[in-house]
């Protein structure tokens, strides 16, 4: 994956203001065999028209702590224990429900995993992206409606956008319905755009397209895009900063560069060692050893201490829950070892990629 | 997708994105909207097309009955009593023992009988979607307290309280008989539109609607409705028929439509009371209830089809 150009530069010296600012966040869900806290103290800030990469496992708390941010989750059972969101000077998890619908769909939009199943089957693509529109703008014109709905979808590189329009999501391809949906993401101008897996449910020449979708979109609107994946492939090719979480914390976050060439905590160093690579000759992939932990009786002290060669049975390890701290250098970076030091640059465990 | 197959099939005009795409999508482009769509899957369907033009004659004859019956429903000729199906005086229905024509009678049947039905499926269609999509959506006490009614309103004996709420409201009126109707038919609509809400809530497009923005009134009627409409359409030409059945056995009892008024079921039941020799007091007027009842079925079935933007396969 060599590093593409962007339309904004990755994250440089001056820090501009959040746009989105998530602070001590922590989300539990009650289920039967337990309380459940899918999302622990999280925290990370998305500046103006950044791209912003949240990485993990499955079941790791990236998506959970996206869409409690946008009042998704179902509650009960469902429950924010603590933190705050603020958004233009609003903290969304205090904000009514009225008010965040407002801001749903409008300033901070969301595309989903699926676009099959996230698109109405009985509606037709154009009825679903003018929905979209006439949600936030229910005064305007069906006329003109149409044809912001139809300059949408051209924006997104869907051919023949006239005809397009009056179909339903079963006679498109699946690039064109994940099309579709950005398009409806991006009906409104939005200045938060969180994409969920998106390329996930799709076949991976479909992937790159749908990259360069997104690429022109973020020039089209200048959002500022959140890009939940597992693939790292992905976060290389379009994010500039990545916030790593594992076990529902962030365990490290710094600028896409630094990610990649030197990770300050083991977990994130062992996603890049498992990753498959064309640059390099290895036989077998090295995989993380052992299984995510239970978010239900998490491992005591950091959460990732039984699977980590860095450890080494260390006392602190076992006790005490690591902070995520700064490590001086590049911009930003930080790290939520107690160890991470001794991650140093000789044990880089990737080399020339990004 | 299959870029070297689109321009090898078509290399003159290859670079057209509309070509690429027609091979890509594999349909042709051809732009046609939704009731497009249902009308031309409903027209293949040759059994409700045929149904339908059925009930729209039915429909026509209850509508013009006035103009069609060659008597009066009330209109006696002493002259010709218990008189059998003959072409004399177009007595095609033969006459009962009062000398009423039972052609026209059972034209005015389908006219009273029909309205009834219609009035009773539409309006316990409204409160049964209503019901159960307010259950289906909010779930939780909301679905409790709404579904306990419906329970209730299922355990009730049907019949007893039928007959006692004629007796209270006072029967005899197609109206009143069609609002009695209606508030025991819509359980059953509830519980079918509450089944599908409660699977449908959990889809992504609704999550995704909801992240869109949209209202829960957005959301239930334009995003979850649409796609329940196969099983209500269904389920209300259901009660089309059952409601003509259920009014055939009240008026039967006495407590429904009253002489000399015509209604299907009283004209069965009046003919019941006459013994077989009368064979055709029963016969023609069960023959209509029949066929109605049918056709109605048949083009439910049709519908739904026709609805289902999913469906490929179209039966004959």
């Known amino acids: 994956m060599a590093s593409a150009t962007h339309s904004i530069p990755r994250s440089a010296g001056s820090v501009p203001e959040p746009v989105l600012s998530i602070r001590d966040l922590t989300v539990e869900f009650d289920t039967e065999d337990g309380v459940v806290r899918a999302v622990t103290g999280v925290g990370y800030d998305l500046h103006p028209g950044e791209v912003l990469g949240v990485v993990g496992e499955s079941g790791c708390g990236k998506s959970v702590s996206m869409l409690s941010v946008l009042g998704l989750i179902p509650m009960p059972p469902g429950r924010i224990v603590s933190g705050e969101a603020v958004f233009r000077g609003e903290d ?180 890049l060692r498992s990753l498959a690579r064309l640059d390099a000759d290895v036989d077998r992939l090295e995989p993380i050893a052992g299984q995510p932990p239970s978010l239900i ?32 250098s590049e911009g930003g970076h930080r790290s939520a070892c107690h160890f991470a030091e001794e991650l140093t640059a000789a044990a880089q465990p990737v080399r020339g990629s990004s | 997708m299959s870029e070297s197959r689109s321009s090898a099939a078509s290399p003159a005009d290859s670079g057209s994105p509309d070509v690429a795409l027609a091979y890509e999508s594999g349909v042709e482009v051809k732009a046609r909207s939704q009731w497009a769509y249902v009308r031309m899957r409903f027209l293949r369907h040759r059994l409700a097309v045929a149904s339908l033009i059925v009930l729209v004659l039915i429909g026509l004859v209850g509508v013009f009955a006035p103009q069609l019956a060659p ?98 409201l006072g029967s005899g009126e197609p109206l009143k008989i069609g609002l009695i109707l209606a508030c025991l038919f819509w359980t059953a609509i509830a519980r079918i539109v509450r089944g599908l809400f409660l699977s449908l809530r959990e889809r992504e497009f609704v999550e995704a609607a909801r992240a869109a923005g949209a209202s829960d009134l957005r959301i239930i009627v334009r995003h979850m409705l649409p796609n329940c409409l196969g099983p209500i359409i269904v389920n209300t030409t259901l009660v089309v028929a059952a409601a003509i059945l259920v009014e055939a056995a009240l008026s039967f009892l006495g407590f429904g439509i009253q002489p000399p008024s015509a209604a299907l079921g009283k004209l069965v039941a009046d003919g019941q009371a006459e013994g077989f020799e009368l064979w055709w007091l029963v016969t023609f007027p069960g023959l209509v209830i029949v066929l109605i009842a049918l056709c109605v079925n048949f083009v439910g079935d049709g519908l739904r089809d026709a609805f289902d933007p999913t469906q490929r396969r179209v039966r004959a």
């Open chain 1, 297 to 328: 009786a998490p491992p005591p002290g950091c959460a990732f201490h039984p699977r980590c060669a860095l450890s080494q049975s260390r006392a602190a390890c076992r006790t005490d829950v690591p902070e995520l701290r700064a490590l001086g």
């Open chain 2, 71 to 168: 008597y009066g429903y009330d209109e006696q000729n002493l002259d010709i009593l218990i008189q059998g199906p003959t072409l004399e005086g177009w007595h095609l229905f033969g006459t009962d023992h009062l000398g009423r024509d039972y052609l026209s009678r059972v034209i005015f049947g389908i006219r009273t009988s029909l309205w009834v039905a219609i009035f009773v499926a539409l309006l316990s269609t409204a409160i049964g979607t209503t019901v159960g999509a307010l259950a289906g959506y909010y779930g939780g006490h909301v679905d409790n307290v709404l579904m306990r009614l419906t329970d209730l309103i299922l355990t009730l004996p049907g019949l007893a309280v039928l007959l006692t709420a004629s007796v209270y």
């Open chain 1, 92 to 271: 969304l998890l205090k904000l009514p429900e009225s008010r965040l619908r407002r801001i749903r769909g409008g300033p901070m939009a969301m595309i989903f995993q699926d676009p099959l199943t996230s698109l109405n089957p009985v509606l037709t693509i154009g009825d679903q992206i003018s929905e979209a529109i006439d949600v936030h703008h229910p005064g305007s014109s069906d006329a003109a409606t149409r044809k912001r709905a139809v300059e949408l979808l051209r924006l997104v590189g869907v051919p023949s956008a006239e005809q397009r329009y009056t179909q339903y999501p079963h006679e498109l391809s699946g690039g064109m319905r994940q099309r579709a949906m950005i398009a409806m993401a991006i009906a409104n101008d939005p200045t938060v755009l969180v994409a969920d897996e998106p390329t996930t449910a799709l076949d991976v020449t479909i992937q790159a397209q749908i990259i360069e979708v997104l690429k022109a979109a973020q020039r089209e609107t200048h959002a500022a895009i959140v890009l939940i994946t597992h693939d790292l492939g992905l976060i290389a090719e379009l994010a500039d900063r990545v916030v790593v979480m594992y076990a529902g914390r962030v365990v490290e976050i710094g600028d896409v560069f630094s990610i990649f060439d030197s990770p300050r905590h083991p977990y994130t160093a062992g996603l």
